[in-house]
């Protein structure tokens, strides 16, 4: 067996956390148009900027697709580098992996209700 060189290690690591992150940010992207303004209006933020926002409509599905892609491989990369990590290395850490795996499922969810919410706010109205 060969070892891999503790830089290859950072890499995938950081790669992981990166996707999460990239997920994340296109998930609050994707919602900005529906979600994110209702989100805001319950946590008692108002204004007339709020209305802005629904100038993102028209991106959404891209903002799903990349987001979905980067979730994908995010989780893909976090469970390709637990077999890479060494021991006492940042990615063995559980308390990182978790963080990341944190992030991931709440961009998952965030991106699911973005693209789920068309379909399910005539039901409630």
Same mark, same amino acid.
């Given at each position: ?5 503790? =830089? ?11 996707? @999460? =992150? ?14 994110? !303004? ?5 946590? %008692? ?13 028209? +991106?959404? !599905? +891209? ?20 077999? @890479?990590?060494? !021991? ?7 308390? +990182? ?8 499922? %709440?961009?998952?969810?965030? =991106? @699911?209700?973005? @693209? ?5 706010? !005539?039901?409630?109205?």
């Amino acid at each position: 067996m060969s070892e891999r060189s503790p =830089v290859v290690i950072a890499r995938t690591s950081q790669s992981a956390l990166s996707l @999460a =992150v990239g997920g994340l940010a296109a998930g609050l992207l994707a919602s900005a148009c529906c979600i994110l !303004p209702l989100a805001l209006a319950l946590a %008692g933020v108002s204004g007339a900027w709020i209305g802005n926002l629904t100038a993102l409509s028209p +991106y959404q !599905p +891209y903002f799903i697709g990349f987001a979905a892609a980067s979730i994908g491989l995010g989780f893909w990369r976090l469970r390709r580098s637990e077999a @890479a990590c060494l !021991p006492g290395s940042l990615c063995a850490s559980p308390a +990182y992996r978790r963080s990341i795996q944190l992030i991931l499922w %709440g961009a998952s969810l965030l =991106v @699911a209700s973005a @693209a789920t919410v068309d379909v399910l706010a !005539p039901l409630f109205i």
